[in-house]
């Protein structure tokens, strides 16, 4: 009786061991919300911006989704109205899943005409308004105000410190950043900031791979105030680090060639990709992404960015929930749409 009940013992502990040996950890998901400003803009469009946030709300547990990155220009026109609207959007995804932002262009000064850095974020956003963004906060450039935040989340036991910076970071900010960065150097780090790389450069760098902005940047920060760069950004944080690895942006527009090949604005989606080795650090991945310009009533345009720690990779998926509401083609195709990289 004793050699069957052992051998049953061995039975069902050599099958645990099998199942946990065997056993995969499941993919995750960070979602990229490009340029609201429209949505907000146009009354409109405000039930899009509602199924956007719907559809994240509703599939956070069958996607896996552990956090929402929103890349500035939340209104077109810094508006108590406009930023009525961007409220109750994002507060569907209060208490089911953390999102971080960061400051547009449009979010800043009189009417959106950028001007100055006066904001309405900070009346109309708090940490606590989202008992999970409050759970990931740690900090602030300037107490109280979201204009410059940094946050952190743990997944499969690996750490990640989130970084969200104004459009075209002051030094004195970046200096707070560096200062973040250090004190969390076993921190896999991401950077959410509105002007980074753009779309418009593929045409003109030598390996058709996007550019930083630079002071030549049409549309860059510089352009409205003091403030860095792209290249300025890269140059004077993020290069510093050895534990970036992920830079997020929106601002820039889609471009092509006419048929006399002059560059001209397009009616697309901006999206552009690159990757940088930061020497004796990681590979830093960046990516534009912004569908405000798109036809047909701005159709609500999402990215996925699926992590898998299983082979360490990212997939990068572009899809709007809107056209999958409406029963039609709901996902974009093509190398900048949808792509995959291998992370350290």
Known sequence: MMKKYLL?????????????ATTEKL??????????????????????????????????????IKIVLHLGDYTNNNTDEQWRV??????????????VCCLGNHDLGDNGRTNSRETLLNKYFKVTDNPLNEKMFIGAYEKGK????????????????????????RDEVLEWANKIVSSHSDYDVILVTHDFI????????????PLRSTTETSGNARGYFTG???EEVWQKLIRKHKNFFLVVNG?????EKDKDGKIVPAKGIAAAHRSDKIEGGKTVHQILFNAQWTPNNYKGWIQSLEFNPNDNTVSVKTFSPVLEKEGKPFTKTGEQFE??????
């Open 198 to 209: 753009d779309e418009r450069s593929t045409f003109t760098s030598k390996d058709g791979k």
């Open 228 to 230: 860095n760069t792209g």
């Open 27 to 64: 993919p995750w998901k960070i979602i990229l919300v490009p340029d609201t400003q429209y949505y907000t803009l146009y009354a409109e469009n405000e039930p899009k911006l509602i199924t956007m946030m719907d559809l994240i709300r509703q599939n956070k547990d069958k996607e896996n």
């Open 146 to 169: 979201l204009d410059n935040a940094a946050f952190t989340f743990t997944q499969y036991g690996k750490k990640y410190l989130v970084l969200s910076l104004e459009f075209g970071p």
């Open 339 to 344: 792509f995959k990289f291998k992370l350290d």
């Open 8 to 20: 049953l013992v061995a039975v069902i502990l050599c099958c645990a061991v099998s199942v946990f």
């Open 251 to 255: 601002h820039y527009l889609d471009w």
């Open 86 to 99: 961007i409220k109750k959007g994002l507060s569907i995804l209060d208490g089911v899943v953390p999102y």
